[in-house]
C-alpha cells in the first residue's frame, strides 16, 4: 500500500487526526448537551429495573451459596447441580418476596401507627412547653417571628404533619403514581435476579471471554483477580452489613419490649436501618430515636440511651466483626476519612459505599507497595520498619 506521507510524520498525522476527532466530539456534546443528558436518562430509566434486580442477586446470592451447599451435604445428595441451583434460587426469591411483603404489609403500618402517636404526643408536648420552647427559639436567635405568630405557625405545623400520616400516608399507594413505577420496577427485578442467579456462571463466563478478547493475556487474569477481589469487599461488607443492621434492629425491639419502652417499633427500625451507615449511623438513629422517648418519658429515654451505648459497643466489638470478618481491612481512622470524603463528593451513595471502595483501593495500593518491595528485596511487614532507617544508614546520610 503506497503512503502519502513521509515515514517520520505519519505519527504526528494520526496525533492530530485523533485531536481533531476528539475535539469535534466534544464540541457536539456542549451543541446537544439537552438532547444528551435526556438520552442518558432515559437510558438510565429503562435499565433501572435491571439494576434492581442485579442488587438484589448481588444481596441473595451469598444466601444462595450456602442454600446449595446444605443442599447438596443434606438433603439432594444424588441431584443434579441444575435442580439444586433452581431450588436454592426459588427458596432465596421466596425469601426475599417475603421479607418485602413482611415490610409492606406488617411493619410499614405498625410504623404509621407509631408516627401518628407521635405527632399527637408532639402536639401535647408543644402545647405544655409551648413558652418555654418559644422563649428559647426567641432568645438564641433561631427564630425572628412575634410569639403570636410563632404559635400559628407551630398549629399549622403539627396540623399539616398529622394529616399526611393520618390521611396521605396511609394511601400513598392510590395517590403516587411513582409508587406504581417503584412496584414495577420491584417486580421486574425479581424477575432479572432470578435469571441472574440461576445463570450466573454463564455471565461470568461470557464476561471473561470478552475479557480475554480485548486485553492481553496477563492484563485480562489481574482484571479478573480484581474484579475478585471488588466483588468479595463488596459483597462481604455489604452483605454483612445488612445482617448486622437486622440483628441489632431486633436486640433494640426486643430490649425495648421487654422493658416497656414506648415506640419500640418505630425506634428499633430506626436504629437498624441507620446502623446500615459505617461509623456515624448509629450517633445518627440513636439521636431522634432519643428525642422521641425524652418527649414521652425523661427516665425512658436514660435507659434507652444507656442500652444503646452499650449496643454499639457490643456491636463495634463483638457482632461487627464476628460478621464482616476481614472484608474490610482499614482502621477506624481510615474508615472515617472515607467516610468523610465520600459523603461530601456523592452525599448517601458515598456514606454507603465509601468503606468497601476505599478498602479496595487500599488493597490495590498496599500489592503495589508488596511488589516493590519484593523487587528489591525488602522486608514486606510494617513492625519491620520500626528501627529504619538503620543506625549507619543514618550516619551515611548526614556525612
Avoid at 188 to 203: N, R, T
Avoid at 351 to 376: G, Q, T
Wanted: charged share 15%; proline share 4%; aromatic share 10%.
Amino acid at each position: 500500500m503506497r503512503h502519502f506521507l513521509p515515514h517520520n510524520e505519519r505519527d504526528r498525522a494520526v496525533a492530530n487526526m485523533y485531536t481533531c476527532a476528539f475535539a469535534a466530539l466534544m464540541l457536539l456534546i456542549v451543541l446537544y448537551i439537552g438532547s444528551i443528558a435526556g438520552f442518558v436518562s432515559d437510558v438510565i430509566s429503562a435499565v433501572t429495573p435491571f439494576m434492581v434486580g442485579a442488587a438484589f442477586a448481588f444481596i441473595m446470592l451469598p444466601v444462595m451459596h450456602r442454600l446449595e451447599v446444605f443442599l447438596q451435604q443434606h438433603m439432594l445428595k444424588h441431584a443434579k447441580k441444575g435442580v439444586v441451583r433452581a431450588i436454592s434460587t426459588v427458596v432465596c426469591m421466596l425469601l426475599l418476596v417475603a421479607a418485602l411483603v413482611a415490610f409492606c404489609l406488617i411493619l410499614l403500618p405498625q410504623v404509621v401507627s407509631s408516627l401518628r402517636s407521635l405527632v399527637k404526643l408532639a402536639e401535647r408536648f408543644v402545647n405544655e412547653n409551648e413558652n418555654a420552647i418559644n422563649d428559647f427559639l426567641i432568645r438564641n436567635g433561631l427564630i425572628t417571628v412575634e410569639r403570636g405568630e410563632l404559635n400559628t405557625i407551630w398549629d399549622n405545623l403539627l396540623s399539616s404533619a398529622s394529616q399526611y400520616i393520618t390521611v396521605v400516608l396511609p394511601n400513598l399507594l392510590a395517590v403516587s403514581s411513582s409508587v406504581y413505577h417503584l412496584l414495577f420496577h420491584i417486580f421486574v427485578g425479581l424477575i432479572a435476579a432470578c435469571h441472574f442467579l440461576i445463570d450466573k456462571e454463564a455471565i461470568s463466563n461470557r464476561f471473561k471471554k470478552a475479557t480475554y478478547a480485548m486485553f492481553h493475556e496477563d492484563k485480562a487474569e489481574e482484571l479478573i483477580f480484581w474484579t475478585r477481589r471488588a466483588n468479595n469487599i463488596f459483597s462481604g461488607y455489604i452483605t454483612g452489613k445488612i445482617v448486622d443492621s437486622l440483628i441489632i434492629g431486633v436486640i433494640c425491639y426486643i430490649f425495648m419490649v421487654v422493658v416497656g419502652l414506648e415506640y419500640s417499633l418505630l425506634i428499633s427500625v430506626i436504629i437498624g436501618v441507620t446502623n446500615i451507615l459505617p461509623f456515624f449511623g448509629p450517633f445518627i438513629g440513636a439521636i431522634p430515636s432519643i428525642l422521641i422517648l425524652l418527649m414521652a418519658n425523661p427516665t425512658n429515654a436514660l435507659i434507652f440511651t444507656v442500652f444503646i451505648l452499650v449496643l454499639q459497643q457490643v456491636d463495634g466489638n463483638v457482632i461487627g466483626p464476628k460478621i464482616l470478618g476481614d472484608h474490610v481491612g482499614i482502621t477506624p481512622l481510615w474508615t472515617m476519612v472515607a467516610i468523610i470524603i465520600g459523603s461530601s463528593l456523592f452525599g448517601f451513595v458515598g456514606i454507603l459505599l465509601s468503606v468497601p471502595v476505599f478498602a479496595l483501593f487500599y488493597a490495590f495500593f498496599n500489592f503495589i507497595v508488596e511488589m516493590r518491595l519484593k523487587h528489591k528485596g525488602l522486608p514486606l511487614t510494617s513492625e519491620e520498619y520500626a528501627e529504619m532507617p538503620h543506625a549507619a544508614a543514618e550516619e551515611e546520610t548526614k556525612r
